[in-house]
């Protein structure tokens, strides 16, 4: 599937197939930008990808808003009080197929119920998807006026040089996202197989994507 077909489908809010490389996780997730999702676009998450629901959002809006990564804000707690914390801080070598993780904060919007129903997670991430479009335009937003934490939607923030310093999932959507010249926000969820127990094979990822008519694209072919 061309690149150009991946970047017409995400400027017209449609989900994607992205798989991230077979020396790395060997994930396919479906991608979609986060000011487009639909409660629909949830539930197709929620049951044909069953992996975790995040929104990977572009680094320099993330700095912006004052989104931390998790493991430093639990280093950052673990010096102040909380020494019982220390052992969770992410280590060099905890994750074999990188050297960091990009989990930021937790969140539901203020306005929603309980936060996990599809309605409500969709609500939250075309939330998000709105303050980054905000913040890169220059406006000045308290990110806590609208969302509390804990919450039920992922947050994820892009490492700062992309591509160049991390090739996960977050930094692909995210240069999928600057390519095709949309919001920098990106709905991300991987696809596991309920059989085996693992992620879902490369195979039957590009499988799904000529059942249902979705581009698939390797993280190799994202430059």
Same mark, same amino acid.
């Given at each position: 599937?061309?690149?150009?077909?991946?970047?017409?489908?995400?400027?017209?809010?449609?989900?994607?197939?992205?798989?991230?490389?077979?020396?790395?996780?060997?994930?396919?997730?479906?991608?979609?930008?986060?000011?487009?999702?639909?409660?629909?676009?949830?539930?197709?998450?929620?049951?044909?990808?069953? &992996?975790?629901?995040?929104?990977?959002?572009? &680094?320099?809006?993330?700095?912006?808003?004052?989104?931390?990564?998790?493991?430093?804000?639990?280093?950052?707690?673990?010096?102040?009080?909380?020494?019982?914390?220390?052992?969770?801080?992410?280590?060099?070598?905890?994750?074999?197929?990188?050297?960091?993780?990009?989990?930021?904060?937790?969140?539901?919007?203020?306005?929603?119920?309980?936060?996990?129903?599809?309605?409500?997670?969709?609500?939250?991430?075309?939330?998000?998807?709105?303050?980054?479009?905000?913040?890169?335009?220059?406006?000045?937003?308290?990110?806590?006026?609208?969302?509390?934490?804990? &919450?039920?939607?992922?947050?994820?923030?892009?490492?700062?040089?992309?591509?160049?310093?991390?090739?996960?999932?977050?930094?692909?959507?995210?240069?999928?996202?600057?390519?095709?010249?949309?919001?920098?926000?990106?709905?991300?969820?991987?696809?596991?197989?309920?059989?085996?127990?693992?992620?879902?094979?490369?195979?039957?990822?590009?499988?799904?994507?000529?059942?249902?008519?979705?581009?698939?694209?390797?993280?190799?072919?994202?430059?």
């Amino acid at each position: 599937m061309s690149l150009e077909k991946v970047k017409e489908d995400l400027r017209n809010g449609k989900m994607i197939l992205l798989y991230d490389a077979d020396d790395r996780e060997g994930e396919t997730d479906l991608v979609i930008p986060a000011l487009s999702v639909t409660p629909a676009d949830v539930a197709r998450m929620r049951c044909d990808g069953g &992996g975790l629901i995040c929104v990977a959002v572009h &680094g320099d809006a993330a700095d912006r808003l004052g989104l931390p990564f998790m493991s430093e804000l639990l280093k950052s707690v673990s010096l102040n009080g909380h020494s019982s914390l220390r052992s969770l801080v992410e280590k060099k070598g905890d994750i074999p197929y990188d050297s960091r993780s990009s989990f930021s904060l937790w969140v539901n919007h203020r306005d929603t119920f309980t936060g996990i129903t599809d309605i409500d997670r969709a609500f939250t991430i075309k939330k998000v998807g709105e303050t980054v479009e905000k913040v890169l335009k220059g406006e000045k937003l308290d990110f806590g006026r609208e969302f509390r934490s804990p &919450g039920h939607v992922a947050l994820l923030r892009a490492a700062p040089g992309l591509l160049e310093e991390r090739r996960g999932q977050t930094e692909l959507s995210i240069q999928l996202a600057l390519m095709a010249g949309i919001n920098p926000s990106m709905v991300v969820c991987e696809m596991l197989d309920c059989c085996t127990g693992k992620a879902l094979s490369k195979e039957d990822a590009r499988k799904y994507g000529v059942r249902h008519n979705m581009p698939f694209i390797e993280g190799k072919d994202v430059f």
